[in-house]
């Protein structure tokens, strides 16, 4: 069965910068794309951007571009999400999901992993 | 970017009756080339990640419920849930994935009167 299995919680201080990875099995990796989603204590759903697992291609949503960087190792099929510049608003559930459909760029999220708290605090 | 809002942001239904939950998206999400909609709906229960139940508006996934249904088109969608059961206790969202960045709704809250 699909499994998204994510890095454990995390506990960084402002300006620091968090590795989240996400390891993913029971699917062809390279047919997917991920995305990496947050939601902050209490609050809504906040996309932060896509990967291609075929060719790496990034789409980053504007408001993290710069801050943040997906990559993809193919031999362990994983998922990276790498934050910069953490911020105390950072503070969040990090989720890696993957699209349903990997034929067009439409992502929907079918499966999602467990999430990784990343707590930034001085 | 396209802003997702919800109406109402929580209600309590009795056990078997409908439930009905509203999304708009602040400009259509409407595919011309394929004529479905990019909206996806969500539940998402404490403590755990969001369940897909409805892509491209109506499309129900697999292993939902039927009595979760989708529908609507171009800016206006509804969540309906025709006979509430405990285990349908949650906040459900909507996601847009017409354009990015791809976005939610604030989300409903769905509780038991």
């Known amino acids: ?17 968090v590795k989240v990875s996400c390891k993913a099995s029971g699917y062809t990796f390279n047919r997917y794309g991920v995305s990496w989603v947050r939601q902050a204590p209490g609050q809504g759903l906040e996309w932060l951007g896509w990967i291609s697992c075929h060719n790496g291609n990034t789409n980053y949503a504007q408001k993290f571009q710069g801050r943040v960087t997906m990559t993809t190792d193919k031999y362990t ?15 969040a559930v990090y989720y890696c999901a993957k699209e349903k459909d ?3 760029f439409s992502p929907f999220f079918d499966h999602w992993g467990q999430g990784t708290l990343v707590s930034v605090s001085s | 970017d396209i802003v997702m809002t919800q109406s109402p ?6 056990l078997g009756e409908r439930a009905t939950i509203n999304c708009k998206s602040s ?16 539940q998402q229960k404490p403590g755990q990640p969001p369940k897909l139940l409805i892509y491209w508006a109506s499309t129900r996934e697999s292993g939902v419920p039927d009595r979760f249904s989708g529908s609507g088109s171009g800016t206006d969608f ?8 405990a285990e349908d206790v ?6 847009q994935y017409y354009s990015t960045p791809f976005t939610f709704g604030p989300g409903t809250t769905v509780d038991i009167k």
């Open chain 1, 1 to 17: 069965q699909v499994q998204l299995v994510q890095s454990g919680a995390e506990v960084k201080k402002p300006g620091a910068s």
């Open chain 2, 90 to 95: 949650a906040v459900y969202y909507c996601q």
């Open chain 2, 78 to 85: 509804t969540l309906t849930i025709s006979s509430l059961q």
């Open chain 2, 27 to 42: 400009q259509s999400v409407l595919y011309n080339s394929n004529n479905k909609n990019s909206l996806a709906w969500y």
């Open chain 1, 77 to 91: 099929s994983t998922v990276y999400m790498d934050l910069r510049s953490l911020r105390s608003d950072d503070t």
């Open chain 2, 9 to 14: 942001d929580s209600l309590a239904v009795s």
């Open chain 1, 102 to 104: 990997g034929s067009v």
